[in-house]
């Protein structure tokens, strides 16, 4: 019943590595997402995508990239991992009603626990 | 963008109905209301939407009031597995983007 499946639920990198968080969705959504969750801080949104190859910038982009080749598979990439990247990652996705007027719930996964060291 | 404010924290007994408020004073007329809540340890879980009309699912009601200013999400007999940060949200835009407030932590005694 897995929808969302994000790679790694734990994850220890060094500072200035190239890290890349994989999110797989099996439900053929067009819309994906990856937020970051901090204590005290919330869920902030870093990057969304409406379509292959299409993305968006969320809140808090900087330090960060990412990559939609195929509709099932979101990306983040972090070009050079910093201390302050230390976080979860939350990826998510839904689906376009069509209309403009988005009311489909949106489907998360489980996280991925990154440390920065 | 419309915004929303709910009560930091919430206490219910075990097998009491719970009633999580949200105002959003600012709302459209076309922004839909959508509640998740997440459990320790795990990402956001969807739990109920509406526009207009209260809604009714497997786990929870939404009533929505006449003016869409407010609204108040009920989980009919709390158990300890409903112990959750619920969120309130107006998706933005078109496709779903979804911002999360603070919530509100709801704590279930038993």
């Known amino acids: 019943d897995v929808k969302v499946t994000q790679s790694s639920r734990y994850l220890v990198k060094r500072t200035g590595e190239k890290v890349f968080l994989e999110c797989v969705q099996d439900?053929?959504?067009?819309?994906m997402f990856w937020y970051r969750q901090d204590p005290g801080l919330g869920l902030r949104l870093i990057y969304f995508?409406?379509?292959?190859?299409?993305?968006e910038k969320g809140d808090i982009p900087e330090g960060y990239s990412v990559s939609r080749e195929k509709k099932e598979r979101f990306s983040l990439i972090l070009e050079s991992a910093s201390t302050n990247q230390t976080s979860m990652y939350l990826c998510?996705?839904?689906?376009?009603?069509?209309?403009?007027?988005?009311?489909?719930?949106?489907?998360f996964g489980q996280g991925t626990r990154l440390t920065v060291v | 963008d419309a915004k929303t404010t709910q009560p930091n924290s919430m206490e219910s007994n075990e097998e009491e109905p719970v009633h999580l408020p949200c105002n959003h004073s600012?709302?459209?007329?076309?922004?839909?209301i959508h509640w998740y809540r997440q459990l320790p340890s795990q990402g956001p879980e969807y739990v109920i939407h509406?526009?207009?009309s209260n809604v009714n699912n497997r786990m929870a009601s939404l009533a929505i009031a006449e003016d869409r200013k407010s609204s108040t999400l009920i989980l009919h007999r709390a158990t300890l597995r409903d112990a959750a940060v619920y969120y309130c949200i107006l998706p933005l835009e078109y496709g779903n983007k979804l911002v999360f407030g603070a919530g509100t932590i709801l704590r279930v005694k038993s």
């Open positions: 439900m053929d959504h067009e819309n």
């Open positions: 509406g526009l207009t």
């Open positions: 995508s409406y379509d292959v190859k299409m993305k």
């Open positions: 600012t709302i459209s007329g076309t922004d839909y």
């Open positions: 998510a996705s839904s689906t376009s009603t069509g209309t403009g007027l988005f009311a489909t719930e949106a489907f």
